[in-house]
């Protein structure tokens, strides 16, 4: 899995570099080939067109590099769109300047002020874009952490279940299994000694569900539901105290 990740990564990553190294050929091309005047402002702004590309292609690249899961590249999508329209808002501009130039005299003065504030207006937008982000991702991750703990319950009674060979206990299994699902997902530092003892129980639980002895394991259903019913009353309190 690992190695199938690498190779699309390095496809992706090959794409993008030929996809922005064609721009780049075809304006150097446009730009020497074509013939007209090329005063000191045009070159500005040529100069300034290709820092956008090369912007741009970092900034593409280094999003897609870190987007490892479709609601990663999702969350990348409004970075990678600021680095491109800068590009293209910066090819235009440059366009404009050359076809002026041509039959009027731009003030050098001029094409480095518009250039040079699309760039910083470009740049404060992708630092924007950047930090929402980051924000949006490290709540996502913080919020992983807080459900891991009763996601890895239910898996686990899930498991017990399909270990399960006694008609007697499926349906306190069952009972049990749907008193976890709906169970407060989020855990905290309050909840961690009783979740440390619930994650204990449901290893002897299943011990006892596949040893099949129904009574023993009965008796440890009734302490785990005990135990999930003090967690989320321990979640309660927890939210009220933060309000």
């Given at each position: 899995?690992m190695?199938?990740?690498r190779?699309?990564?390095?496809?992706?990553?090959?794409?993008?570099?030929?996809?922005?190294?064609?721009?780049?050929a075809v304006y150097?091309?446009?730009y020497f080939?074509?013939?007209f005047?090329?005063?000191?402002?045009?070159?500005?702004a040529?100069?300034f067109?290709?820092?956008s590309?090369?912007?741009?292609?970092?900034?593409?690249f280094?999003?897609?590099?870190k987007?490892?899961t479709?609601?990663?590249?999702?969350y990348?999508?409004?970075?990678?769109r600021f680095g491109?329209?800068?590009?293209?808002?910066?090819i235009?501009?440059?366009?404009?300047f050359?076809?002026?130039?041509?039959?009027?005299?731009v003030?050098?003065?001029?094409t480095?002020?518009?250039?040079v504030?699309?760039l910083a207006?470009?740049?404060g937008?992708l630092i924007?874009?950047h930090?929402?982000?980051k924000?949006?991702a490290d709540?996502?991750?913080?919020?992983e952490?807080?459900?891991?703990?009763?996601?890895e319950?239910?898996?686990?009674?899930?498991?017990v279940?399909?270990?399960?060979k006694?008609d007697e206990l499926?349906?306190?299994?069952?009972?049990?299994?749907e008193?976890?699902k709906?169970s407060?997902?989020?855990s905290?530092?309050?909840t961690?000694e009783?979740?440390k003892?619930?994650?204990?129980?449901?290893?002897?639980?299943?011990?006892?569900?596949?040893?099949n002895k129904?009574?023993?394991?009965?008796?440890?259903?009734?302490?785990?539901?005990?135990?999930l019913?003090?967690r989320n009353?321990?979640?309660?309190?927890?939210?009220k105290?933060?309000?």
């Amino acid at each position: 899995m690992m190695i199938t990740d690498r190779n699309k990564h390095k496809k992706k990553s090959a794409a993008y570099f030929f996809i922005y190294l064609l721009i780049l050929a075809v304006y150097a091309v446009a730009y020497f080939v074509i013939p007209f005047e090329k005063p000191a402002s045009t070159w500005i702004a040529a100069g300034f067109t290709v820092l956008s590309i090369l912007v741009s292609f970092f900034v593409s690249f280094g999003m897609m590099k870190k987007a490892t899961t479709a609601r990663r590249a999702f969350y990348s999508y409004p970075v990678i769109r600021f680095g491109v329209t800068y590009m293209v808002v910066q090819i235009i501009a440059s366009v404009v300047f050359c076809v002026v130039g041509a039959f009027v005299e731009v003030p050098v003065w001029i094409t480095l002020m518009v250039c040079v504030i699309w760039l910083a207006a470009s740049l404060g937008g992708l630092i924007a874009a950047h930090a929402t982000k980051k924000a949006i991702a490290d709540i996502e991750t913080d919020t992983e952490v807080k459900i891991r703990n009763t996601t890895e319950f239910r898996i686990d009674i899930v498991s017990v279940q399909e270990a399960c060979k006694s008609d007697e206990l499926r349906k306190p299994l069952e009972k049990l299994a749907e008193e976890f699902k709906y169970s407060d997902p989020v855990s905290s530092p309050d909840t961690l000694e009783i979740e440390k003892k619930i994650a204990d129980a449901i290893v002897s639980l299943n011990k006892s569900v596949e040893a099949n002895k129904v009574e023993d394991a009965k008796e440890k259903i009734r302490v785990l539901g005990n135990m999930l019913s003090e967690r989320n009353r321990i979640c309660k309190a927890f939210k009220k105290s933060t309000y």
